[in-house]
Structure formats: structure tokens, C-alpha cells
């Protein structure tokens, strides 16, 4: 692997046991050039309680890589949350970089009533 790669792993490793240790739900997200993903995980990281992406069925978007659909996937993420009774979560942003898509995720998602 390349070392811009590893580097983002082993931040995203730090961050995931910062998250494990203080026992919180866990919305985890991961890029890639085309879709943005977010799910919610139990605080043991065992099951996936929510998720939303940019290729559900509900989400009308126009491109699907850029910050617009970034936001209504926070957004979405968000209601279903509510939905499910969690309002609290710690963000895991898999050792992304805060800015762009992974921004606009979580301003839409706070937005939306997510406390993180």
C-alpha cells in the first residue's frame, strides 16, 4: 500500500479506539470517487443499527460524488437515527480529512438534531 493510504488507516485506528473506549454509538463513514457512505454501529461495533448512502432508492440527487449529495446523505443518516431513538453518536471519519464531502456530511447531519 501506498504510505497516503496507510497513514489514513492508522488515523482511522486511533480514532476507532478512542470511540470503543468511551462506549459510544459510532457513525462511520467511507468515500469513494463515486458514492459516500454512513452508518450507525452499536458501541461494541457489532451490528449496524443505521445506514444511508448515495445509491438509496429515496435519495434524489443528480451526481452522486460531490458535496450536495454528501449533505442529504447527513441529512438522511440523521432522520433514521431519530427514527430508531439514538440522538447521540461519536463521528468516525475513517481517517478522511474534515473537509469537502466528509464536512458537508457532518454540518448536514447536525443539522438534522445528530449530536456529535
Same mark, same amino acid.
Given at each position: 500500500m501506498n504510505s497516503k $493510504?496507510?497513514? *489514513?488507516?492508522r488515523r482511522a485506528k486511533k480514532t476507532r479506539l478512542k470511540i470503543r473506549e468511551i462506549k459510544s454509538h459510532r457513525l462511520c463513514?467511507? *468515500?469513494?470517487?463515486r458514492?459516500?457512505?454512513?452508518?450507525?454501529t452499536n458501541p461494541e461495533g457489532s451490528a449496524v443499527? +443505521?445506514?444511508?448512502?448515495?445509491?438509496d432508492k429515496g435519495l434524489q440527487v443528480d451526481s452522486t460524488g460531490n458535496v450536495v449529495a454528501?449533505? $442529504? +446523505?447527513?441529512?438522511?443518516?440523521?432522520? !433514521?437515527?431519530k427514527a430508531a431513538g439514538i440522538s447521540k453518536v461519536a463521528?468516525? !471519519?475513517?481517517? =478522511? $480529512? =474534515?473537509?469537502? *464531502?466528509i464536512k458537508a456530511l457532518a454540518e448536514?447531519? *447536525?443539522e438534522s438534531g445528530l449530536e456529535f
Open positions: $493510504k496507510l497513514s *489514513r488507516l463513514v467511507n *468515500r469513494t470517487p458514492h459516500i457512505y454512513a452508518q450507525i443499527l +443505521v445506514s444511508a448512502s448515495t445509491l454528501a449533505g $442529504k +446523505v447527513g441529512s438522511l443518516i440523521a432522520e !433514521r437515527a463521528f468516525d !471519519r475513517s481517517g =478522511y $480529512k =474534515y473537509h469537502g *464531502r448536514a447531519a *447536525r
